[in-house]
C-alpha cells in the first residue's frame, strides 16, 4: 500500500506538470483511455473463465460515477496544492458510510457518525479561504471527486459478484474515456470553471509524460489491489492516508505553498475520520 501511495503521489505530480499547458480533462482522457487499452489486452490474452453479465445498469453507473469523480480529481489536481487535491478525493469511505446509510439500510453506529462529523469538519478547514482562492463551484467539484467515488464504490460489491474484475475496471476506464469525448461537443463558455477546455495536441515532452503518468497510474491501481487482497481492508485502508501527506511534500516540491496549520489539521481529521469508517465497515473475505 506504501509503494501504490507512492505511485499514486507520482501520479499527481505528472498531472501537475502537465496541466498548465494541457487541459485537465484532457489528462483524464490519456490515462483512462491507456488504462483502457490494458484491460483489454489483459481480457483478450486471459478471458474470463466464467459467465459475466446481469448487471448492466449497475455496471453503468459505477462506470459513469467513477469516471466523472476521476475527472473531477484530475481537475483538483490542476488548481489546488496537490495535498488539498488527495484530500478531498480521500474522502470517500466518509461519504460511503453515510451514502450506506442512506442506499442500503446499513446500520450506522457511534464511531460512523464520529467517522462523518470528522471528515465533514476536515472538509471546511480544508477548504479555508486563506490557503486556497476555492471559488464555489471548484469547491463542488472537490467534494464530487470524493462522492462519485463512494458512488462507484458502493456499486462494486454487487459487481463483484457478477463480474471479473477486470470488467468492472474496465467500465471506470471506458467511462473516464468516453466523458471527456462528449464533453467536446458542449460550447466552453456555458461552464462556470475552466474544467473543460479545448484540445490540445501534445508536444513530444508532453506525450512523454504521459505515457509515464499511464505507466505510473496503472501499477498504483495495481499494487493497490495487492494490498487489499493480502492484508485486511481496513488495515490497508488506514495506510493508504498516508498518500495524502505523500502529495503534499510532493506538491510543496512542485511549488505548492506550504499548507496554513488549519489545513493541515483538516488533512489530519479526514485522514481520522476515514479510518475510523473503514475500521467500523465489515467486510466479508472473498474466496
Known sequence: MLLAGLLFTAMGMFVKVLTPNLPAIEVAFARNFFGLLWVLVALI????????????FILFFRG???????MA?????????????????????????????IFIHERVSLRIWTAIFMGFGGILLISNPQSIDLSFFGFLIG??????????????????KNYDPRIIIGSLMLSGSILPLLMQFVPYENYPIALFKPFVMPNLQEWG???????VSMYAQIYMT????????????????????????????????????????????IACGGILAAFSRKYKKVK
Open 226 to 269: 495487492k494490498a487489499y487482497s493480502l492484508g485486511n481492508p481496513p488495515m490497508i485502508g488506514a495506510i493508504s492516508y498516508v498518500t495524502i501527506f505523500m502529495a503534499t511534500l510532493a506538491g510543496i516540491i512542485l511549488g505548492d505553498q506550504v499548507p496554513h496549520g488549519l489545513v493541515i489539521i483538516g488533512m489530519i481529521c
Open 73 to 101: 480529481y484530475f481537475y483538483n489536481m490542476s488548481v489546488m496544492p496537490l495535498g488539498t487535491a488527495f484530500a478531498f478525493s480521500y474522502t470517500s469511505p466518509i461519504f460511503l458510510a453515510l451514502l450506506s446509510m
Open 64 to 70: 459513469f460515477a467513477g469516471g466523472s469523480a476521476m
Open 143 to 160: 467534494i464530487y471527486s470524493g462522492i462519485g467515488a463512494a458512488l462507484a464504490y458502493l456499486s462494486v460489491a454487487e459487481l463483484a
Open 209 to 215: 509524460l504521459i505515457f509515464g503518468l499511464g505507466v
Open 45 to 56: 490474452l486471459n478471458p474470463p473463465k466464467t459467465k459475466q453479465g446481469g448487471k448492466p
